[in-house]
Every structure is written in C-alpha cells, then in structure tokens.
C-alpha cells in the first residue's frame, strides 16, 4: 500500500486505532465514520489490476473520496450467494439492476463496492460463480438512494440502493475481464478485517461502558454505603472484564494471523462472536448497575448498549459464526492434505503469538525458521503418507473387491492407520516447537 501513499500498517493497528476510537466513548459513531476507508477496499488492493489500484486507492487514502459497500439485498439476507441484482455486458459497459439495502454512507461516498450477478443463477453450476466485483462511481442519476433511519449509528448514515439502467465502465470490473465471475471469492478475502475490526470496536464500547459503570459505582451511596462494595455488583462487573479481557486476546490473535497470511475465517469470527457478546453484557450490565439514570439518555448508558447490540447483527450474525465455525472445524478435523497444512500454518502463527504475549521472544526468528523447515518435512511426509495410503487401498481394492470399499461401510484399518500416522507427525511436530 506505501506505493499508493499509504502507511504501510496492518489490520493489527487497524484494530488499535478502531479500539481507541470506541474507546473514547465515540464508539460506533466515531469507528464507522472512517472503517469503511480502512478495510472496505481489501478485494481491490488484494484482487485489483495494478491500474486499477494506481487510479482507485489513492484519492482513497487520501481521503478525497470515500466508498460505500453495497453487498447486502432484501430478498436474499445472509445467503448471499442468491442475491438478485445483476450486471449485463454491453460491450465497454455493464448495465445494472436491482435493490440493494442497509449500504452504510451512500448519502455522501462518492464510490461504491458494488456485488452483482453477471450469470443468471439458473445457468451456473456452483451457486458461488458468477458474482463479479465492480469498483465505481455511485451515480445518483442512475441510483435512487433513500435513507433508512435506525436506533443508533447515527453518524453514519445507512440507505436502500434502487437501481435500473445503471451504466458501468467494464473497466471497473476489479480484476478486469478475465476476473469476472470471481466476485464472491473477492468479497470474502475482505470480510475476515471487517469482522476482526468489527470485534475491536465492540471492545472499545464494551471497555469504554467499563470504565463509566466502575467509576459510578464507586461515588453512587445507598444505604450509606458505596454500591460497589455490595457483592452482587462487584462480581457481575467482574466477570465483564473477564469476558472483554478474553476477548482482547482472541481479537489480538486473529488481527495478528490475518496479517501474517492466514486465510481461514474461524478466529476473526470468534473475535467477532466473543467481543460483541462480552461488549453487549457490559453495557447491559452498565445499566442496570445505573438503575434509574441507566435509562435516561443523558448519561450515556443506554447508547453503549444500542451500540453494542449492532454488532451483534452487522456485519454478520452470531448464529451465522456458529454455522461457520461449526463446519470449518470439521473440515479441519478430516485428514485431506490441505486441512493438514491449514491446520500446520495455523499452529505456526499461534506460536508466534504466544510467544509474543508471554515475552518468550527472544530467538524466536530461529524458532521460526525451524517450525518452517519441520513443517516443509511434515507436508513431505503427509505426501508420502498420502501415496502409501493409496497403495494400501489399491491393494485391499485387489484383495476384497470394490464392493467392501463402498462408502457407507466403516473405514478400513488402512483409513485408521493413515489417520495415526498423521496424528504422530503433528505430535512430533507440536514436541519439536
Ligand atoms: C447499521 C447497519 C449497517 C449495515 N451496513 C451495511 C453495508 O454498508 N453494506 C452491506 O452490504 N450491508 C450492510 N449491513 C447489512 C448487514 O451486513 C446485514 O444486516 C447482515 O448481513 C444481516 O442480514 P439480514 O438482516 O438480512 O439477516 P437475515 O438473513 O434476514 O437473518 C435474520 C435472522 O435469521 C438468522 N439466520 C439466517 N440464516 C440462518 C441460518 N442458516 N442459520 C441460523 N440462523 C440464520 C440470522 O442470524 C438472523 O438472526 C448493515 C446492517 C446494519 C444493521
């Protein structure tokens, strides 16, 4: 990004900056009027042409230009793989169609991330193709833009997009022609530093409801004594902390692995997860440790807990983190090569991690390159597992016939065997580090 005139900074201090800003008791207010800038245009700068980052990215980070990002639609919610709007070649242009809603800052970004469909989903074989990416001009000939007002946030204003006969340069198609198609695969590169930034600003609200709540609590008297001294307000405002406490590390934890390359999306959705459930409890918390004036808007309780129960919607739901993280774990407990070597990189950025947090730092370039050498050892190893194991199965194949190697039966020893072995190389790799 320093080549565009950026800093060259990471989602790590993406997240430090968006905590702070929460923090500040700005919360989402003061977060979401510049994350959009932040992390909204990571398909472009990982996805883009070289042109297109060269005209795109730096009257963005120069904040002469700001976009919005126009993902989400009516009819289809969550399942985004359906969504409706579409995008028609015309030669140089594309025309769009369609609905968009929810699409944060349209009344004053002049560009937008746009996600269409540019194959009628009943001509695509996997439901994830033929979505494509456009980076353009938010043109208000073309789009109706209304305003949608809502309980909080209210500093970022948030709109339903209405589109017809709306002409788009094919030069803004990111990735250029040849990308077309591959926009839902671009939008999920980005959606793990939204997520991740998401939970560091559910962090600020939940630390910033925190302190005030802390604070009231020691100078409030009843019963002629401070209410803090009373059990049953310590210990709720204890687990609280503990709870955001808990959720700092993993925040930290998964900024960091995102930085360093790793594409999974478990530990930024557990970041998001943990940090807008702990934000939410302790602006709820905050209240009723308020009582009365808890509710009244004057002393700003009741807005940290507006503020919080948003992220617990946007950008993605809590019970959509479990479905995910359900099914990516399993796909990660199976024994296919690639879950092996995620599951290798994963460990070797944690242990980076937590040698870090604990202060243990000291050789650790050397611990690194060795992890690195034994990691390339073991994918070598998993490789040749992989081909012993097929030859075991061909030999049972020869030995008992295809029809005891049919799927429904239970594995076979070979199975099994294949499975220990792996599970000793990841034992001896976990001792060697
Ligand atoms: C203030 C705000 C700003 C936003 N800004 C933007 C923006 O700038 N750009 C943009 O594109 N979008 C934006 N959004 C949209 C946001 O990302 C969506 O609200 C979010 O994706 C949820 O979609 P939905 O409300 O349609 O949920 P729905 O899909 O209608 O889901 C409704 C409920 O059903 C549950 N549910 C759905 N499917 C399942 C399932 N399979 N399993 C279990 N539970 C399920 C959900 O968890 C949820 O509780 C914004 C939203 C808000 C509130």
Request: one cysteine or more; charged letters at 25%.
């Amino acid at each position: 990004m320093k080549d565009f005139g950026g800093s060259a900074l990471g989602i790590s201090e993406a997240a430090v900056m968006l905590q702070t800003i929460a923090e500040s008791g700005a919360c989402m207010n003061g977060a979401s009027s510049v994350h959009m800038n932040i992390f909204g245009l990571e398909p472009v700068a990982k996805f883009g042409m070289a042109a297109q980052k060269e005209r795109w990215l730096p009257p963005l980070i120069q904040g002469q230009e700001r976009a919005c990002f126009g993902v989400t639609e009516p009819n289809t919610g969550l399942d985004t793989l359906k969504l409706q709007s579409t995008a028609r070649r015309e030669g140089d242009y594309y025309i769009a169609k369609g609905y968009k809603v929810f699409i944060s800052t349209a009344q004053m970004a002049q560009k937008i991330l746009l996600l269409a469909r540019t194959t009628p989903i009943e001509e695509v074989d996997k439901p994830s193709c033929r979505l494509s990416l456009f980076y353009t001009d938010l043109n208000r000939d073309a789009v109706q833009i209304t305003y949608i007002p809502k309980m909080g946030r209210s500093a970022v204003d948030t709109n339903a997009l209405f589109f017809e006969d709306w002409t788009i340069p094919a030069e803004d198609l990111v990735g250029g022609f040849n990308a077309e198609g591959d926009g839902f695969k671009m939008i999920l590169h980005g959606i793990n530093a939204e997520r991740v930034l998401m939970a560091a600003e559910a962090l600020g609200i939940g630390f910033a409801a925190l302190r005030r709540v802390s604070q009231y609590a020691g100078e409030r008297m009843v019963f002629n004594k401070p209410i803090n001294t009373y059990q049953s307000i310590q210990h709720p405002l204890t687990e609280c902390w503990i709870q955001l406490e808990s959720a700092r590390l993993v925040v930290y934890l998964a900024v960091r692995m995102y930085d360093e390359g790793y594409a999974g999306g478990e530990y930024a959705n557990a970041a998001k997860f943990l940090a807008s459930e702990a934000a939410f409890k302790t602006a709820e918390r905050a209240i009723r440790t308020h009582g009365n004036i808890g509710y009244a808007k004057k002393y700003h309780i009741e807005r940290y807990l507006r503020k919080a129960t948003l992220s617990r919607i946007a950008p993605v739901s809590a019970e959509m983190i479990k479905n995910y993280i359900r099914l990516r774990r399993s796909i990660l407990r199976g024994f296919h090569k690639q879950a092996v070597a995620e599951a290798v990189k994963a460990r070797e950025i944690e242990e980076d991690v937590i040698l870090a947090l604990t202060g243990l730092r000291t050789d650790l370039s050397q611990k690194i390159k060795k992890i690195k050498n034994i990691s390339g050892d073991f994918r070598n190893n998993v490789d040749k597992e992989m081909d012993a194991t097929k030859k075991a199965v061909k030999n049972l194949q020869d030995n008992l016939g295809q029809a005891e190697l049919d799927s429904s039966a239970p594995p076979q020893t070979s199975d099994r065997e294949c499975h220990t072995r792996q599970a000793s190389h990841v034992g001896t790799l976990y001792q060697a580090v």
